[in-house]
């Protein structure tokens, strides 16, 4: 009886150690594979990732503009830039606006910009150039016509609001809102004066 037992046993052992051998290969070549195919980062970003998060280099940012020329991220370099992501049907984003234009116009000179980028996938530029009009924005308005650059940053919710230092890198992600303008001035300020 107890051969009877080891030979029904056998074939399980053998498959377990079957799928063992598969699972070990398996991951040897995974390994091997990523060693042989990963990019340094250095090779792609001076040794600086792009990400959309605090401490890494803003993502690359070149839009048309609602009106004027088109807004590109690298030609701002050297500059304190708040990265702005909004719609027009956004209550939040409407009830930030206003602090978002007087905290611009108090700090332009000495180097804010704020871009405001538009989620026009998901508006239209109708109704983006009537919330600018009626709020009476002065700041350059980006169209991310087709959501790139919402997936880029990786947007999830509006607004989305990203400060960026004088070097590219950003300082703070701040997701939702309304954001108060102590918080604007109080981060602006900041930065502002790191540069200094």
């Not at 792609?44 to 004027?68: K, T």
């Not at 050297?78 to 007087?102: D, K």
């Not at 538009?118 to 109704?127: F, L, V, Y």
Request: charged share 20%; hydrophobic share 50%; net charge negative.
């Amino acid at each position: 009886m107890s051969g009877e037992i080891d030979n029904r046993m056998r074939p399980i052992t053998l498959d377990l150690k079957r799928w063992l051998l598969v699972m070990a290969a398996a991951l040897v070549f995974g390994g091997l594979w990523i060693r042989q195919s990963a990019v340094p980062a250095a090779a792609v970003s001076g040794g600086r990732i792009p990400s959309p998060r605090q401490g890494f280099l803003a993502p690359e940012l070149a839009l048309p503009a609602l009106e004027g020329a088109d807004v590109d991220l690298a030609d701002l370099r050297g500059q304190v830039v708040i990265v702005n992501f909004w719609a027009s049907w956004c209550p939040p984003c409407r009830a930030e606006m206003p602090a978002l234009e007087r905290t611009y116009l108090a700090h332009a000179a000495e180097g804010l910009v704020v871009v405001a980028v538009n989620a026009t996938n998901q508006d239209s530029q109708p109704a983006a150039a009537a919330f600018v009009e009626d709020m009476g924005l002065t700041f350059p308005i980006a169209l991310d016509l087709t959501g790139e650059a919402g997936r880029r940053y990786q947007v999830r919710a509006l607004p989305t609001t990203f400060f960026v230092d004088r070097q590219g890198v950003i300082q703070q992600v701040i997701i939702g809102g309304p954001m108060s303008e102590a918080t604007l001035r109080s981060t602006v300020q900041s930065l502002l004066a790191d540069a200094d």
